[in-house]
Structures are given as structure tokens and as C-alpha cells.
């Protein structure tokens, strides 16, 4: 198989559909990786196991982005790369300038995957390539789809968590202006159409899971059951689902903004029914309203209206601000690639280090 990660491709516009040779692998798998050096050679094993497995891809391009991880995930990387497995596999690697989160890793793996096919895949053995392979093979056997999701059978994390996962779903469903598939991840399988769609969304604040709903395409899905976390642990804190989840619905929807404005009207509405009864205590009951403790009350009252409806203009307002400056949503710092097999044999035994040193094998940074 010949040598590389293809170009970045850049909107709807460049599809590419093959490397620069011409032959493009069967199937891409972009592995967004943070922190994840005890899991990279496993993960490498049980993608090897899998490929001997009947109805598994011809060829397989990796694409392992390393999300400015701290550990040894880059080294470990470098050395899988340059031990270069299998003729069947072609491995390259992205290295991001710093931490810029896993939407944006997916993204900056988007746009160098050459495959006819692409796929997204955690590093930490939670989700088997053997089910990536699995929807593979559906897509192949069925030209009729783009898309194939795998749906998690039945949650594993806590009570609490779960419980706000569903809370999010019900929201967002009943918010947004698509539809998300309960459970849907973005370990996912699909036709190049459906990346070239998701590399045309510009935007800053990505959300695959709405980003998938939103350009959607024939979309199969599929059950699966998420193993343990083979080591190291999970990126996420509570407060960090609550930011994306907070986020994934503001991205999509403008009904806090909506929101805003019921409330204003409930208020006015409210204040103008209060504004008569008093009017008619006094004019005609006769009773003097006494004010202090009411006008208290309703200033509070309006206060924190005001003041919430500014903090979701805020909200929007900030998001704006920051799409508007158009900073790339990743940089990346270096790509290292396979040595190139027909060069010489024994570059392809290059130690990892001295492969990541050599600049033929190593490309340009980009940003997006
Ligand atoms: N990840 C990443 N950048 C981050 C956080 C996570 O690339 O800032 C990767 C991580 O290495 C893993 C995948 O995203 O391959 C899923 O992360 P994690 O396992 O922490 O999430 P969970 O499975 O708990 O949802
Ligand atoms: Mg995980």
C-alpha cells in the first residue's frame, strides 16, 4: 500500500476521493487521541486482530490526532508508525499545537483522510474496530446509505450521569431544530459525501453529534455496547458535559432567545394585569395599595428577568464574537507519515524517533 495521509481537503469544493497516487485506502479511521499513550499500542494490536476477520477492509488508512497530549501518546504513535505492521495499513499522525478538544481533533483527521470511506474512533478501546469494520461492511453491502451510526445499547456511567444525558436528549429534541438519535455517538462509519458536508460547516463551536443530524443523509444505525475504558481516564468532568452539552444546544437552536421573549411577554402582561387591579382598588374599591413590599417584589422580579435575558444575549453575543474573529479551530504542528516503503527497506525500519526527526517525513503544519 502506498505511502501517506492524503491533503487537507477544504470544503465541498475539494473532494478528494483518492491520494496522490491515485488509490484511495478502503476505509479511513480517524482516532482522536489525548493522554492516551497506554492504550495506543493495544488499540494498534486490536486493530490488526480485527483485520484478519472476514469482511474487513482491503486497506486501512489510520489517522491518530494527538490532541496536545501530555504523555507519551506521540511516542508511542511515532513508534507504531514506524514499525508500519501491515502491508494492509498505512498509519500517519497528526500533532496539534495544544489541547483543542476532540471536535476539533475529528476535524483536523477529516481533512486528511483520503478513504473512500471514513470512520471515527476513540483510542481507548471503549469502542471495538471490529463494530467500525461492521459498518463498514454494511455500507458496502448497502450503496443505498452514507451513513452508519453505532448506538450505545445501555449506558455504563453513573446514575447522575445518565439521568442528565437523557435530560439533554429530551431537551434537545424538544428545543432544536434537528433531531439527535437517542445515544448516537459519533463513532461512526460513512461515504465521503457526508465528511466533504461536514468539513463545508465552518464553525468554530462544533458539535458532531447535531453536526451528523444536521446534514443527514441515509443513516443506519446499529447497536453497540461500549466496553471499559482500557486504561487512563475519561477527559470528561461533570461540569465539562454540562459546558458541551450546554453548547451543543445553543449551537443549534435559538430558543433561548425565544424563551427571553416569552418571559418578557408573561412579565408584561403580568404587570399590566396587576397595573388594572390596583387602578381599580383605588379609583373605585377605594382601598389604598400598600406599595413599599409589592414594588420590591416586582423590581426583583423584572431585575432578574432583565438580567437573564442578558445573559443569553450574552451568550449569543460571545459566540458571535468569537466566530467572527475566524481563528482556525485547530493548528497543527506536524504530521508524521509511514516512510515510504519503495524508497529503501531500511527507512522502513527508521526508530520512531529518527523517523519523527527526518523532515521528508515530516509535513508542513497546518491550521484551520
Ligand atoms: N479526546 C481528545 N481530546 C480531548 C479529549 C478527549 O482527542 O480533549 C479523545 C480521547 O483520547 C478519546 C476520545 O476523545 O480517544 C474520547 O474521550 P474520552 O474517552 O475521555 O471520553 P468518553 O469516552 O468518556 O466520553
Ligand atoms: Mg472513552
Redesign the pocket.
Known sequence: MPDGCGTANRGLAASVSGRPDGEAPALSLI??????AANMRPFAERVMECLSVEGAPETLELIF?D?GSQDDTLAQVTELIAEAPSDRIQMCAIELSR?F??EA?MLAGLERATGALIGFI???L?QDPQTSFEMYAYLQSHPEMDCVAAVQEERREGRMVTWLKKRFYRTFNAVGDVELPAHASDFRVFRRNVADALMAMPEYFRFSKGLFAWVGFRTHTIPYQPAE?HAGE???SLRGLFGYAFSGIVSFTTWPLRLVLYLGIIASVASLAYLIVVLFEYLIVGINVPGYPTLVCLILLFFGIVMLAMGVFGEYLGRIYIEGKRRPIYIARQVITQPAKAASPAKATTPSAEAANEGARIEDASAR
Not at 482516532?31 to 492516551?36: A, D, F, I, L, M
Open positions: 482516532v482522536p487521541c489525548h493522554n492516551e490526532v490532541d489541547n478538544d476532540k481533533a476513540d483510542a481507548d471503549q475504558r475519561t477527559s470528561w
